[in-house]
């Protein structure tokens, strides 16, 4: 079960900011994060049930964690939500992040910078240049991101050996895109009703 603690930290958390989104379940906010742990263990065909969401997601990105916990936190109003300016620096800078690894991944460009993940000592400065830039800007949650990423890779709390899989993943991704069209206004655009 210790190998599968990133398994049910996901399962929690994606349950708990899906169901938040759901208005009816605002009085039950403080008991839902308990009742989703104790689903995320129950055993489905000798399998816990976070594993099952694993399959679909994998092993989420440490920022991406960090993001949900943040957006959990604002849920259940411990910490404040970001505002647009903070949530505009944080979608650049992550979108960023993916847009020069992803292309790559899909093929689409003859340099790959997925191998700079295995010897990262440029890319950690890089990534301190960007938290201290981020800090400036008083951007709380993205220094959280960077900083608690880079801890995790240091500390080697996830399987992979490569600093890209503790920053970014495609539901991270995914979250900028859809979150920068919102923020732009070019979700209307491009979904009229």
């Known amino acids: 079960m210790v190998a599968l603690w990133q398994a049910h930290l996901?399962?929690?958390?994606?349950?708990?900011?899906?169901?938040?989104?759901l208005r009816f379940t605002a009085p039950w906010r403080p008991w839902l994060?308990?009742?989703?742990?104790?689903?995320?263990?129950?055993?489905?065909?000798?399998?816990?049930?976070?594993?099952?969401?694993?399959?679909?997601?994998?092993?989420?990105?440490?920022?991406?964690?960090?993001?949900?916990?943040?957006?959990?936190?604002?849920?259940?109003?411990v910490v404040q939500p970001l505002g647009r300016p903070h949530r505009v620096q944080m979608l650049v800078l992550f979108g960023g992040l993916c847009l020069v690894l992803y292309p790559a991944t899909l093929g689409l460009?003859?340099?790959?910078?997925?191998r700079w993940g295995f010897?990262?000592?440029?890319?950690?400065?890089?990534?301190?240049?960007?938290a201290l830039v981020m800090l400036a800007l008083r951007n709380t949650l993205a220094v959280w991101m960077l900083v608690v990423g880079t801890l995790a890779f240091?500390?080697?709390?996830?399987?992979?050996?490569?600093?890209?899989?503790?920053?970014?993943?495609?539901?991270?991704a995914i979250y900028c895109v859809v979150?920068?069209?919102m923020q732009f206004k070019l979700w209307e655009r491009a979904c009229p009703r």
């Open 33 to 77: 994060l308990p009742v989703l742990v104790a689903l995320s263990f129950v055993p489905v065909n000798e399998l816990p049930l976070a594993a099952y969401v694993r399959s679909f997601t994998d092993d989420l990105a440490i920022t991406t964690l960090v993001l949900l916990a943040w957006a959990a936190l604002s849920r259940l109003g």
């Open 154 to 172: 240091a500390l080697r709390l996830k399987a992979s050996e490569n600093y890209w899989d503790y920053l970014v993943d495609p539901l991270l």
């Open 109 to 114: 460009t003859y340099v790959d910078p997925y």
């Open 119 to 130: 010897n990262p000592r440029p890319m950690i400065v890089l990534v301190a240049m960007a």
């Open 179 to 181: 979150a920068g069209l």
């Open 10 to 21: 996901s399962f929690v958390l994606l349950g708990f900011v899906a169901l938040c989104a």
